[in-house]
Nanobody, 126 residues
Framework: DVQLQASGGGLVQAGGSLRLSCAAS????????IGWFRQAPGKEREWVSC????????DYADSVKGRFTISRDNANNAVSLQVNSLKSEDTAVYYC???????????????????WGQGAQVTVSS
């Protein structure tokens, strides 16, 4: 079975950093385009970042551009999301997701992704 598990969340002060990891099992993560999403309380899930299957292409939501960095951790069959300069509005549950194998490019919509992991809570205190 294809499974994804997000980890690395926690409570951090504004301006701090975390490194989220999306660990894959049942498949090789480097063979799939991976995206990160987040959902704040009372809000819809929103796209945050993505990395193409090749890793050559990455993209970020305007709200996190310059602060977040997505990368592949192939040795651990995972994709990481380094989140820096955190703000209170970054508080959310963060989810990672994988596209179907045949779609190698980044996806910006929830419907672009087939496989979803359980989320990791990130709480930023001001």
């Amino acid at each position: 079975d294809v499974q994804l598990q997000a980890s690395g969340g926690g409570l951090v002060q504004a301006g701090g950093s975390l490194r989220l990891s999306c660990a894959a099992s049942g498949f090789t993560s480097k063979d799939y385009a991976i995206g990160w999403f987040r959902q704040a309380p009372g809000k819809e899930r929103e796209w945050v970042s993505c990395i193409s299957r090749s890793g050559a292409s990455t993209d970020y939501a305007d709200s996190v551009k310059g602060r977040f960095t997505i990368s592949r951790d192939n040795a651990n069959n995972a994709v990481s999301l380094q989140v820096n300069s955190l703000k209170s509005e970054d508080t959310a549950v963060y989810y990672c997701a994988a596209r179907l194998f045949r779609y190698g490019g980044c996806g910006l919509r929830l419907s672009d992704y087939k496989y979803w992991g359980q989320g990791a809570q990130v709480t930023v205190s001001s």
